[in-house]
């Protein structure tokens, strides 16, 4: 019963920034994490970013320093902005949601194309 919709992707040039919103609604528990990853054509998805409901960050060492992830709990949202912007930041970004406890699953958004021009 959880849908994630992602918002915020679009074509930017390199050096630019975007700002990914991704909203949760449905079956939810507090004790979750979300996060953002994305792959590229010809790419197995990786890892972004994501942070815990007690907003420990994990990034992945390619963004770190250049994107920010964050989230409100009141909103069920979770937010990722990217600055500095590279072509090889080009992908399509998925919203996850992992619900920890009571039961632990994996949510996923449908993606939102992201595209840095050189």
């Known amino acids: 019963q959880v849908q994630l919709v992602e918002s915020g992707g679009g074509l930017v040039q390199a050096g630019g920034s975007l700002r990914l919103s991704c909203a949760a609604s449905g079956r939810l528990f507090s004790i979750n994490s979300m996060g953002w990853y994305r792959q590229a054509p010809g790419k197995q998805r990786e890892l972004v970013a994501t942070?815990?409901?007690?907003?420990?960050?994990n990034y992945a060492d390619s963004v770190k320093g250049r994107f920010t992830i964050s989230r409100d709990n009141a909103k069920n949202t979770v937010y990722l902005q990217m600055n500095s912007l590279k072509p090889e930041d080009t992908a399509v970004y998925y919203c996850?949601?992992?619900?920890?406890?009571?039961?632990?699953?994996?949510?996923w958004g449908q993606g939102t194309q992201v595209t840095v021009s050189s």
């Open positions: 996850n949601l992992r619900n920890e406890y009571p039961e632990f699953r994996d949510y």
């Open positions: 942070i815990t409901s007690g907003t420990s960050t």
